[in-house]
């Protein structure tokens, strides 16, 4: 008989086999038989430990779906730039509140730390406007002199800043977002000296053009390499670019008609919203201390900007903080009111969304990496990041979806008349002219419904527009603790099992 000590061993020597077979058949190619992850079979990578997409640093989720985008109340400009219109936008992430003073400040100081001695002109350009805050019969002056820097007003939205200068922020907020995770893997150490071209961006450090601080770079399974690699795409580990929202991105969130299914798992909306919240007036209808309080900041007449003494209906003259009043349903702050927003698109009065119904945008200008004569990417530029270039129409001979870079004016129906118009000129209107959403202090209460839409050229400011970040939903619509399609009960196939046990049994 097989003494006890020996038969544990035998027992566990089964189990690691076992174990290790069950292993290597989650990590097989079920269209080669290929093993993953073993250098002795080419050593192709997949990741394992990915959980699904991490929420970066202040974002929400917005689960998506399909909506009716467009006005919610008569058109009283009479202008009808926003017909309504049924859409579907994929899930995404957006910030749950305005990008605050305090947080361009940093975005400012990193600016000057890196570029400040060898390109002083970037920090310039960054450099919000603080005279937007002047009235030629109003005095302003002490928000022109204190709203961006004086600590009352840290977490107050920022303003003064245009498109372009919201637009390079959310590149910034990328690439130090993307670091930080890095550092955080253990994989770079911390550099606060970083300067000039020498600066950790995301795009360059994937194609090999950046190498900063290495604390210990991931384990490299190719037979013919090095033993070591950098963080590619595949590994999971990098979030998306931040950027701004698209126009029906922004007008979905801020509806949150998520909020008005009546039955959880039922494509039903009972109602729809006029404003961001769930009736159609302006104050808090809900029982308690709070009830008949203002649920926005904007301005409520002539003259009537926040109340009377000892009874301030919004509580706020010009901007209040970013967490002010009650947040919508997918729990984003001030998606009405306190400051308007940029979003990504160019403004057209008329866009034939039956064209594209899906993630509909105008504002495409389709890039490439810049190539020399090798097929090799030129060296990154000055700031430190890969140089792109549009595409050619000579690149696009055989393509069916698109033929050239630039298609702003795509079935605008007034491409003609554009060459010749000039902005504040003959027009207001130009490839420059970018959309903003959501109202602000100054304006009443019509403009706080997200289907009104207003427009501004791309490098101009104003003290009542600021804006929010947004990033792409990669993977399932609802989050990394569901699947994406339906699955029925049943008999699956192997491979079906092992997708299933290996993805969503650990939480993905």
Not at 314 to 321: E, G, R, V
Request: glycine share 8%.
């Amino acid at each position: 008989m097989m003494p006890k000590l020996n038969r544990l061993i035998v027992l566990f020597a089964v189990l690691g086999t076992a174990v290790l077979t069950q292993s290597c058949k989650k990590n097989k190619s079920s269209m080669t038989g290929w093993n993953y992850n073993d250098s002795k079979w080419g050593g192709f990578f997949v990741s394992t430990k990915f959980k699904g997409q991490e929420t970066g640093p202040n974002l929400v989720l917005v689960e998506g779906g399909t909506f009716a985008m467009g006005n919610t109340e008569q058109n009283v400009t009479y202008d009808f730039s926003n017909v309504p219109r049924r859409v579907t936008v994929s899930s995404f992430y957006m910030d749950e509140t305005e990008v605050a003073n305090v947080h361009y400040r940093e975005y400012l100081d990193w600016t000057s730390r890196v570029f400040g001695s060898d390109f002083p002109e970037v920090y310039r350009r960054a450099l919000p406007d603080s005279l937007v805050w002047r009235r030629q019969m109003g005095f302003n002056e002490p928000m022109v002199e204190y709203y961006f820097r004086y600590p009352a007003y840290d977490y107050y939205p920022v303003v003064g800043v245009s498109w372009i200068q919201a637009t390079e922020f959310c590149k910034w907020r990328t690439d130090r977002v993307n670091e930080m995770i890095l550092v955080r893997e253990g994989i770079m150490e911390k550099n606060p000296n970083q300067v000039g071209a020498d600066n950790f961006n995301t795009r360059s450090y994937v194609l090999g053009q950046y190498e900063g601080a290495v604390r210990k770079n991931l384990k490299d399974l190719h037979p013919n390499g090095s033993g070591e690699r950098k963080v590619k795409i595949e590994d999971g580990i990098f979030l998306p670019e931040y950027r701004l929202p698209t126009e029906a991105e922004w007008e979905y969130a801020a509806l949150s008609l998520i909020g008005n299914n009546p039955y959880k798992g039922e494509e039903l909306i009972s109602d729809r919203k006029i404003f961001p919240w769930n009736n159609s007036t302006m104050r808090d209808s809900r029982h308690g201390n709070w009830q008949g309080d203002f649920l926005a900041n904007y301005k409520r007449g002539n003259g009537d900007m926040m109340g009377i003494a000892g009874g301030l209906n919004d509580n706020a003259d010009i901007t209040a903080p970013i967490y002010s009043y009650l947040p919508n349903d997918y729990g984003l702050y001030n998606m009405a009111g306190n400051v308007s927003e940029w979003v990504m698109d160019v403004f057209r009065s008329y866009t034939p969304y039956d064209e594209v119904d899906f993630n509909s945008f105008r504002g495409n200008v389709f890039l490439k990496d810049s190539l020399d004569e090798d097929y090799a990417r030129i060296e990154k530029d000055s700031l430190g990041r890969i140089v792109q270039v549009p595409v050619t129409e000579a690149e696009n001979v055989n393509r069916l979806n698109y033929k050239k870079s630039d298609n702003i004016n795509y079935l605008d129906g007034d491409s003609m008349s554009l060459s010749v118009y000039q902005y504040s000129v003959s027009s207001l209107i130009n490839d420059k002219a970018r959309v903003y959403k959501g109202g602000s202090y100054e304006d009443y209460a019509y403009f706080l419904s997200p289907g009104t839409r207003k427009f501004l050229d791309e490098n101009q400011r104003l003290s009542t527009l600021g804006f929010r970040c947004a990033m792409v939903r990669l993977g399932g619509p609802s989050g990394n603790k569901s699947k994406a399609g339906n699955y029925f009960k049943g008999k699956k196939t192997d491979n079906q099992k092992k997708y299933y046990n290996r993805t969503w049994k650990k939480g993905n």
